[in-house]
């Protein structure tokens, strides 16, 4: 969905459409939590904006000789409970205001999930699909060495988001480890090999299932009953597919960028890897179901919904139209407000973003605690620390939601907006 240019920073906008810019759409949500939190005027007014914004020129060269530049962003939104800490998404449309609202996003899920980190966020304009191997660790290097004066282990620590994965987070290290010395803690999702954690990699997944799960019992069923449509088949998408599958719900539809494929039995999710091993260029082509497309996936008669993909794929203009009862949102920002009011009204359960897909920042976490202690966990202890901390949190947004009759969405801003208000009082701040 087209969204406006960029806005002037911290202008509130009361009155939701589907043309907010996400930047916009995640202050609407903060500025309606800061409401019914009664933040004073000066608070609101530091947490609506964000501290501090690089943006960098970046050229590149590339294999056919040319110089492209692209541009590059390091947004750090609030670091009252931490150091910053957010992914770095390499995608053609993360621009100022895309990675502002993922910035932002980030503090309230720390916050949230109660991890010790502010929020940042990074993105690089470009489209991965189009570029070589090489030409990505090229770019990812320029960008590195140019956002390093801002990035530290005690200072803003990224993280692959849409677009970047363990290996480019190979590529960080070692190029910020080039001038300041072999630095793990750097940033987080590497590689095992390189300290990256163990579980890492399907953290964000196993975190929505733990979610999921929950929501289903909140709502009377159980989820290994259930039958799931999938939007994005990258990481998170991908390993919520499979959890899922291993819980037992039946995982109806999937999709990626070039469309998506649907079977009401349940997806052989072993025979689709394959597919894509033997050069399917995406699950669209999977001769195992039905091709779809991805507007056709979120209105599926399906009992949960799951976005895994981009922002404001459910919007005023379909919202009226999706059919499971409960989604789940573990892409961030999949929902627009608009779309949000009308699947209250109608009665849905909503599932957000910054408490559902919290689970690859909580494993993160536990990465750079590794890094900083110079001490390896066991699969098996990061796992029941996750599943801990996603409990805990969505226990606390449920409890909060029924007392004070709030959407999950809304309760979970209220806990998280309080929170880092209170820590930023504390600090001395405002
Ligand atoms: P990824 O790059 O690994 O995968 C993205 C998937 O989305 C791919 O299957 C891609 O084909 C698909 N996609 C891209 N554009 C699309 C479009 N226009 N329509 C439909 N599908 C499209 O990214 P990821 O890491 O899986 O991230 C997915 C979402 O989850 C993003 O919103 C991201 O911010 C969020 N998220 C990721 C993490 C993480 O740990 N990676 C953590 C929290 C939230």
Request: net charge negative.
């Amino acid at each position: 969905m087209a969204h406006r240019a960029a806005p002037d920073v911290g202008v509130r906008v009361t009155e939701p459409t589907d043309d907010m810019s996400p930047f916009e759409a995640a202050s609407y949500f903060f500025h309606n939590a800061a409401d019914r939190v009664q933040l004073r005027d000066e608070v609101r007014e530091v947490l609506a904006t964000c501290y501090r914004e690089l943006a960098v020129q970046i050229p590149v060269r590339m294999d056919d000789g040319r110089m492209a530049v692209f541009r590059g962003y390091r947004i750090q939104h609030n670091g009252a409970r931490g150091p910053y800490k957010g992914g770095i998404r390499f995608h053609e449309s993360a621009d100022l205001d895309e990675v502002r609202a993922l910035a932002a996003l980030m503090t309230w899920k720390n916050a949230l999930i109660d991890v010790p980190f502010g929020g940042a966020k990074g993105g690089v304009q470009c489209e991965p699909g189009l570029m070589s191997e090489s030409e990505m660790e090229r770019l990812t290097r320029r960008f590195t060495s140019m956002i390093s004066y801002v990035i530290g282990v005690n200072r803003d620590i990224p993280a692959p988001d849409m677009g970047t994965n363990a290996q480019t987070m190979a590529w960080m290290m070692d190029e910020y480890g080039r001038k300041n010395g072999y630095t793990p803690g750097i940033v987080t999702g590497k590689p095992v090999e390189l300290g990256g954690s163990p579980g890492r990699e399907e953290a964000t997944g196993r975190g929505v299932v733990i979610c999921a799960v929950h929501a289903a019992k909140k709502s009377g069923k159980d989820f290994s009953q259930m039958s799931v449509a999938i939007q994005g088949f990258g990481n998170v998408g991908f390993w919520t597919a499979h959890i899922a599958a291993e819980m037992g719900a039946k995982v109806v539809a999937i999709s990626d960028v070039g469309g998506g494929t649907h079977n009401p039995d349940g997806i052989d999710l072993g025979a689709v890897r394959k597919h894509l091993q033997d050069g399917g260029l995406s699950v669209a082509s999977f001769p195992g179901g039905e091709e779809i497309s991805n507007q056709a996936l979120l209105e599926l008669e399906c009992d949960m919904l799951i976005p895994a993909a981009i922002q404001g794929v459910i919007n005023g203009a379909n919202a009226d139209r999706i059919r499971a009862d409960i989604i789940v949102e573990a892409a961030n920002g999949p929902t627009t407000p608009v779309a949000d009011n009308i699947l209250h009204q109608k009665g849905k359960m909503v599932v957000p973003d910054i408490l559902c897909n919290s689970g690859g920042v909580t494993v993160s976490y536990f990465e750079w605690v590794q890094n900083i202690q110079q001490f390896r966990w066991e699969l098996s202890r990061v796992n029941d620390e996750l599943t801990k901390k996603m409990v805990f949190a969505t226990d606390a947004v449920m409890e909060l939601a029924a007392d004070k009759n709030l959407s999950l969405r809304d309760a979970a801003f209220n806990i998280a907006v309080e929170r880092v208000a209170f820590a930023a009082h504390l600090r001395g701040y405002i």
